[in-house]
C-alpha cells in the first residue's frame, strides 16, 4: 500500500491550494480516508476525513468552512480543498488510509500513510 500526497506550496494568506492523495496497492474505495497535520515537535492533529463512499465526513473545527475532503474512487485519489488559508495552517499535510469504511478522526486508526506535503501560508 503507498500513499502520495502532493500539491502543497507557497501561498499568501487567504488564498487556495488543493492537496491530493494517490493511493495504490489495495482496493482505495473499500476504506476511509484522513488528512492530518503535523508541525515539527508537535502531535499530529486531524483535520478532515471522509468514509469510503464519501457519504460520512468529519472536519476538525478550526478548518471547518473553509476546507473541503473529498475523493474518486475511479481514480484513487483523495482531495483537500484548503481556501481561506490562514498563516497558522502552516504545516506538514499527511493523507492516511484507513483499514476500515468508517470515517474516524483518530490517528490510531490509519496503518497506512503517505509521506506529507508541506503548506506555507505567509502573511
Known amino acids: 500500500v503507498q500513499l502520495q500526497a502532493s500539491g502543497g506550496g507557497l501561498v499568501q494568506a487567504g488564498g487556495c491550494l488543493r492537496l491530493?492523495?494517490?493511493?495504490?496497492?489495495?482496493?482505495?474505495?473499500?476504506?476511509?480516508i484522513g488528512w492530518f497535520r503535523q508541525a515539527p515537535g508537535n502531535e499530529r492533529e486531524f483535520v478532515a476525513t471522509?468514509?469510503?463512499?464519501?457519504?460520512?465526513?468529519h472536519y476538525q473545527h478550526s478548518v471547518q468552512g473553509r476546507f473541503t475532503i473529498s475523493r474518486d474512487n475511479a481514480k484513487n485519489t483523495a482531495y483537500l480543498q484548503m481556501n481561506s488559508l490562514k498563516p497558522e495552517d502552516t504545516t506538514v499535510y499527511y493523507c492516511?488510509?484507513?483499514?476500515?469504511?468508517?470515517?474516524?478522526?483518530?490517528?490510531?486508526?490509519?496503518?497506512?500513510w503517505g509521506q506529507g506535503t508541506l503548506v506555507t501560508v505567509s502573511s
Open positions: 491530493s492523495c494517490a493511493v495504490t496497492g489495495f482496493g482505495f474505495d473499500a476504506y476511509a
Open positions: 471522509i468514509d469510503w463512499a464519501g457519504g460520512r465526513i
Open positions: 492516511a488510509s484507513s483499514a476500515t469504511t468508517s470515517a474516524s478522526t483518530r490517528s490510531s486508526t490509519y496503518p497506512y
